[in-house]
């Protein structure tokens, strides 16, 4: 890059051409004061704070919009700036209250500081007042426009990083307000990144602040819903959480977070929380102690034990638990119930994404977001990158803007991205690998490539037209796409939540492997959950050992047994190709152990996990809420939330994030790996571990994966753990397959399942706040489809599959194609699992329209 | 801006008032090292004081009644002067609620870590205002500084001439929720005036300050 020499304050800065004067300034310790500047955003020069007098020029400048020049002189301090910066600053106070004392952002306001700083202790101008309107109706968001200062940094925030661009300035001069596009009240994302980067009160949090901000005390942790993990902060007060904020400049989502992770925090202190272990009495739980909970459950796992065996015991861990807890929880039942019986749902549901995640695919797909950031296309394939995890969309949106990277969205629906993608493809479900290899197809055609002849052969047999007419993706579509994917240098292909919960996932990533290897890209998997990766790792699974070691492997079983000083069982899982919940439902395990899952909701086939939980002897649940799985449970342990305790996270780059304590555990609930070490040592087995340090040293010790990683070390950007897959340029023939598909002739529509917005597991739905923003369940129907049943948009309308039915609201929308209906997962109260019954199958339902 | 100094100490301008002369740094001389003759001097005039006012006790001068200056308490009371500290309490407004914004000044200065405020917000007519959803005060950490009252820029929490009932048996008790702080401003216009006067918070305007 091209470097210039200029003269700030007398001193000689050589910087980038490309930088402007503010950061050239920054970079070398000179202080200009800002106010509207953000480092995140362009630009945007509307407070003129930021001043400077150039030599030669006859009116002083804004630095932040300023690009350096070779020879130019700046003074940051000349008398005329520092004039002219405070008559700014008291054009800004002209129209500003100073209810300093009931405004939420006292002590952290950023005109507070600089009128501090500026020594303006006098206003000599005067104006008229002005009536303005505050907006109390904008949901999660409140708006005051007499404390605006019109710094338009809401503005940049929602169209730049959010692309929601749902905020202007009406009216002009003195009458200028902030609102809405459409003037109607707010309907958007509800991140809140403008209430973020507010300098000022205006935008201000719907969940009032109840609490002053210098009382607060900032406890850094990570972000307990998806599997982003963005560092958080919890402002703390004398044991509450108040608010939710996240700093700028640190780990993957640089300050931006997404309404879940800033509004809802609600759950840690709701009057839902079990405070005490429960133990059923009859068709009741009733509250009892620790110790009569923890002896009531050893006695009983000693009496199975001994009569049935070790493997009569079986046990799900959990993806949001932490690796702590989960490293714990094998341990307990490998070395003290002697069983290999344990599992988690991801595994359960497709174990090529989870135990087999690093020997099923050639290349790495558990990769750094750096790539994302470092990429001129990215193609996102079967993701929804907006609502699923909104941090990667803003990811996404600020490389975008950046670097002017191109995306291709791909999807079964039409999920789209916000600014519209370059390319969108929509294709039929089931027919992804088809449409990839067409796509490889059209690449390969128009140049020449190295690769395997077989798989060269099988590309021949291959016609654009048939795979345009079977996926409905246009040809002239598939044609501009892979132009544009070999035209880039250094594409990203991101796959979400619907290939790895798809019956033929494993071949769409080989497939999308193939594409990768031609084009010199890197795949990225989303995970669902914060710790879904770090479940894995912690080898809760039942044919590997904590780091991905075989089971039936006799050297990792000696290293393991010298590690935990214990003799091992040999034998693997009960049955093969059956998970535990099959197991449960044929009687063979007698006691089940549930760590923070809600296996009702969360498994493909509702009916039968309610059906093995009504049929299990004993069924412990250790969980934060009276889960629907924990209903049927006869021992219920309260856990502490991610606030209440230690410990740390893997995200999907495989991340290691550390988690702190910022509040008191509610009630008597504890750690999980407090009650999993309680409930070993009570067994007989000798867990010493006073602190979680203690726990990740051993995983330290224990694991190759995260070899090296000290508890201490891990600070604000966390520590990648060293996954030594080496990418192998392979290819595979994959072929398209049919997939089975369950449903009378009378159900017409393709039923799709994912996430939306706002809800995420048990947790969200535990958030007031999140609740208010989608209390209901929909679902998303095509609206020609709509016409043809004659459903408008929030009808009450039974869906029916032949497993089952569910009565929710129709939503009639764009987004689902014709002849496929969407049902967003998370909602209690409609669960979508009941209408599913097998995982490699596609599920057909009807709608029928309820009279009322 | 700047505002005129026009307060009153008492019923004394301020600029009468003049600063009473201090004796630093006394050298005794040798006469009153010797200590024996001041302390019969200290003598005389206890003596003095002692026979005056027995005799005007005894023999009450004309159109004078007999004093008695013990006040029997708790049957009789004292008349507590305006600028008396008791504890602090909470103005409630005519209309009933707190006056208070939760401002959380009173909390950040307060020496003894006494005061813990929860604020909210709630509808006041069209607007919303800041309200104390829970207002704690720990009577058993109140040093009774006054410091809350000088800080609160809304007159809301003032030291009232309360000085009763106050002791407790049981800790629990002397933590005092909002409903047991609140007081009807009628009680307290004397204080609240006066606070006025000795800090200076007639010219209290928020909008004027800059």
Redesign the interface.
Known sequence: MKKVTLTIDGKKIVADSKKTVLEAAAENDIYIPTMCYLKKLNPIGSCRVCLVDIEGADDPMTSCQLPVMEGMVVSTKSDRVIELRQLMVKLILVNHPVDCTVCERSGECRLQDITYEFGISRQDLKAEPVERVKKYDWKLIRYNPYLCVLCERCIMVCHEVQGVSTYKIKNNGFRSVIDTVDEKPLDCDFCGQCIAVCPVGAMSSGLVLQARSWELNKVRSVCSYCGVGCPINLDVKKGKVYRVTSDDNIGINNGNLCAMGRFGYQFIDTEDRIKTPLIRKGDRLVPASWDEALKLVSAKFKEIKNSHGGDAIAGIGSERASNEDNYLFQKFFRTVLVSHNIDNLLNMENSSFGSEVFEKFDLPIINSTEYITKSDIIFTFGADACEENPVIGNIIRVTMRDREARLIVGSSRDVGFRPPPDFRMVYKYGTEVLLINGIIKSIIGSRESEGIKEFLDYLKGIKLEDVSSRTSVSKDLIKAISLSLIKSKSPVILCGREIYKHPRGVEIIHALQNLANIINGNIILYREYCNSQGVNDMGVLPDKYPGYKNVADLEAKGDFEKVWGVTLPVKGRMTAGRNIIDDVVDGKIKALYIMGEDIVLRSHNGNQAREALKKIDFLIVQDMFLSETALFADVVFPSASFSEREGTFTNMEGRIQKINKAIEPIGESRADWVIIKELANKMGGSFKYSFTEDVFKEIAAAIPLYGGITYSSIKNNGKLANYQSQSKKKFRVVQHSEIESIGDSDMPFIFLSGNTFFHLGTLSRKSAAMNMLTSECIVEINPSDAEKLKINDKDTVTVKSKNGNITIKTKVTNKSPQGVVFIPVNFENAPANILTNKKDAVIRVKIIKNEQ | ?SYELNYTVGSIPLDKLKPKKVRKNIELTLWERLYIPEIARGMIVTTRHFIVNMVGFIFPPEGKKRKIFTVYYPEEKLTIHVAYRGRPVLVQREDGKEKC?A???C??ICPAFAI?I????RQRGN????YP?SYTLDMSRCVYCGLCEEVC??EAIVMSNEYEGLAEYDRENMIYPKEKLLVPVAKLQKRIEYVRKIYGKSNYD??N??
């Open positions: 801006m914004i401002c959380g000044l909390e950040r813990s929860i604020g909210g917000e607007d919303m205002e800041r959803v820029p809304y928020l909008r300050m800059i």
